[in-house]
């Protein structure tokens, strides 16, 4: 693909460029870390860190596509890859990944609540079992959306005129965006809810140790 961009100066390109670049790098080194922290066969055994491992993968997509795509695209000033691939990672990062941050955190609250009011009725077997079915589920709605925008043409892609995901179908992308906002909201509403509940469960608890 030729340059795109008509209305960026090229140190704003230089600027742009390289702070996705030394972003990217440093939350993937992170990511990483964690990553490989609780990938052994002990970790892993456990349900929270389960999905610490999950949110350090998704985390990890979208730092790879600012490493290895957003950020040398814009200070080659070119989109190096085909239309197929630029569209395909924008829908990946602004909706499939997107969707990944508040249902991961929803299922972290629910680990916490079964732990606090279940303490011995659910076994950490039994919890990790859960969270890995949990956060399977979880990937297959993200990949899911993906497939259905992508196949009805709602595609973002990534534009270096405005240096952001713009939309194909302007219409069909509100939608899109409107599904999500909702969805996201409902899920925050739920993890609040969640977390507030595992709050006074503490509290029960150290009152109770208290006295």
Excluded at 54 to 65: E, V
Excluded at 106 to 111: E, N, S, T, Y
Excluded at 132 to 138: A, G, M, P, T
Excluded at 168 to 196: G, V
């Amino acid at each position: 693909m030729s340059p795109d961009n008509s209305t960026v100066t090229e140190k704003q390109l230089a600027i742009a460029g390289y702070s996705t670049l030394s972003i990217s790098a440093i939350g993937l080194s992170l990511n990483l870390f964690i990553f490989f922290k609780f990938a052994s066969p002990r970790q892993i055994s456990n349900g929270f860190y389960v999905l610490c491992l999950s949110k350090s993968i998704s985390n990890s997509i979208i730092c790879l596509i600012g490493l290895c795509w957003v950020g040398p695209a814009i200070l080659i000033n070119h989109l190096f890859l085909p239309i197929f691939f630029n569209k395909l990672l924008g829908q990946l990062n602004e909706y499939g990944i997107y969707l990944m941050g508040p249902l991961t955190q929803l299922l972290m609250a629910i680990d916490r609540f079964l732990i606090i009011f279940f303490p011995l009725g659910i076994s950490d077997r039994q919890r990790c079992r859960v969270s890995v079915f949990s956060i399977s589920l979880c990937w297959l709605i993200c990949f899911g959306f993906v497939g259905i925008t992508y196949k009805y043409k709602c595609w973002v892609y990534y534009s270096l005129k405005s240096l952001n995901y713009e939309a194909e179908n302007e219409e069909c992308d509100q939608m899109n965006l409107n599904i999500l906002s909702y969805f996201c909201i409902s899920l925050a509403a739920s993890t609040i809810t969640i977390q507030l509940s595992n709050f006074v469960g503490i509290m029960s608890l150290v009152n109770t140790v208290e006295f």
